[in-house]
């Protein structure tokens, strides 16, 4: 029985483990000299990036200690000759497109930026085009009388006659 519990749970381990060997993290000497590295040239890239834990804190700003490893991750990989470019690729298939402001795919990107201004001209032509209706509601909706209104005007009228004749001393 504790056989069967103790291949169960190192199965399940193994199981949950193939995440984190499926991301593509280049491996990085432990022997990198990056004192060549400057903290302007790891800013440079960070500030592209958002910290995937926290949200909307650009990982250069971001204080957490997950942050302080990404950005010495970062130092490294500029140490090993990697480009601004293939850093921040590197990030976005490990944690997403999350990480960054602007989707690295030039279609969703295009999307993301093109849909709110489509969305601002929908909305005004939406707009523009019910106050026309309401416009021309306005100057073709003609005045109906009742017959409320007519004996309305009949008692005013006959109020009317009744002061002029007061007042012309008939």
Known sequence: MRLKVFILVLLTSLIAM????AQDTPPIPDDVDTSNITADQVNDVANQLYCP???NIPLS???TV?????REEI??????GMSDDDIIDNFVVRFGDRVVSTPRDPVIAAISIITPWLMLIVAAGFALYQLMQWNQKKKVMPVQKS???DAVAKKRNRYLEQLENDLSGK
């Not at 193939?18 to 060997?21: G, R, Y």
């Not at 997950?66 to 990404?70: G, H, L, P, V």
């Not at 130092?75 to 090993?80: E, K, P």
């Open 147 to 149: 017959h409320a209104d």
């Open 66 to 70: 997950a942050c302080e490893d990404w």
């Open 18 to 21: 193939i995440p984190v060997l």
């Open 75 to 80: 130092r490294a990989m500029l140490a090993t």
């Open 61 to 63: 700003t971001c204080s």
């Open 53 to 55: 834990v926290c949200e």
